[in-house]
């Protein structure tokens, strides 16, 4: 059973920045793709930024340049580092974990981190 565990989340100003982490229970190695997906109230969930392969990453347009994905495979990690926030910005923050295991594609959510940007 793959456990996914967001911390990070909290109030900041416009211009802040926060840092997204997501543990997940095993060894993130196995993953062949992790990412993070945000909801805004009303709103469907969207892709923010994935890295596949350990390598390859990819961002939405409205986040480029101002936010960063890494993991620390030492940690079991995935990292979400964000500046220059914005009040668009302000969303449920979700990880998302991928893998194929005998050519069966499974994937994982954490439970969710709020985010909010706000003067």
């Known amino acids: 059973q793959v456990q996914l565990v967001e911390s990070g989340g909290g109030l900041v100003q416009p211009g802040g920045s926060l840092r997204l982490s997501c543990a997940a229970s095993?060894?993130?190695?196995?993953?062949?793709?992790m990412g993070w997906y945000r909801q805004g109230q009303g709103k469907q969930r969207d892709l923010v930024a994935i890295?596949?392969?350990?390598?390859?990453?990819n961002y939405a347009d409205s986040v480029k340049g101002r936010f960063t994905i890494s993991t620390d495979n030492t940690k079991n990690t995935v990292y979400l580092q964000m500046n220059s926030l914005k009040p668009e910005d302000t969303a449920v923050y979700y990880c998302?974990?991928?893998?194929?295991?005998?050519?069966?594609?499974?994937?994982?959510w954490g439970q969710g981190t709020q985010v909010t940007v706000s003067s």
């Open positions: 998302f974990a991928g893998r194929i295991v005998a050519g069966i594609s499974s994937g994982y």
């Open positions: 890295i596949i392969s350990g390598s390859s990453t």
């Open positions: 095993g060894s993130i190695s196995s993953f062949y793709t």
